[in-house]
């Protein structure tokens, strides 16, 4: 992946969490995050991320130049075994991220289609 290709990806990605709504209900954030602990809801990330269910848009935003900005040597200590070229490993994190954001800012609006999803994949049967 060149370069230009991969800081262009960063932008669409970036982009996606811009035109999310600002969910800043404190009450609705904790609801949530109460009712995901109870599910143990852990989103599918590559690299690890502490909180990830009370994080907003401006730390999602931070977390993506984070991760576009980590050497090879810093994700192999986080523990990742990269099998591909960084940028396309760096690339698969924040497209995860942004998916399980946009999942969470679902959530919080009580979107009864993403708590079905999250229902679906955490619930008990």
């Given amino acids: 992946m060149s370069s230009q290709n991969f800081a262009e990806r960063i932008q669409e990605y970036k982009a996606t969490i811009h035109q999310l709504p600002d969910v800043n209900d404190a009450a609705r954030i904790q609801y949530t995050v109460k009712r995901l602990e109870g599910l143990h809801f852990v989103p599918t990330l590559i690299l690890p991320i502490e909180r990830f269910t009370s994080l907003s848009k401006v730390d999602i935003l931070r ?26 490993t760096k690339i698969e994190q924040i497209g995860l991220l942004v998916y399980h954001f946009t999942l969470l800012t679902r959530l919080r609006q009580d979107d009864p289609l993403a708590w079905d999803e999250i229902d679906e994949l955490y619930g008990d049967d």
């Fill in 63 to 88: 977390e993506i130049d984070r991760i576009a900005n980590l050497s090879e040597q810093e994700i192999h200590a986080s523990g990742v075994r990269i099998n591909q070229e960084v940028q396309e």
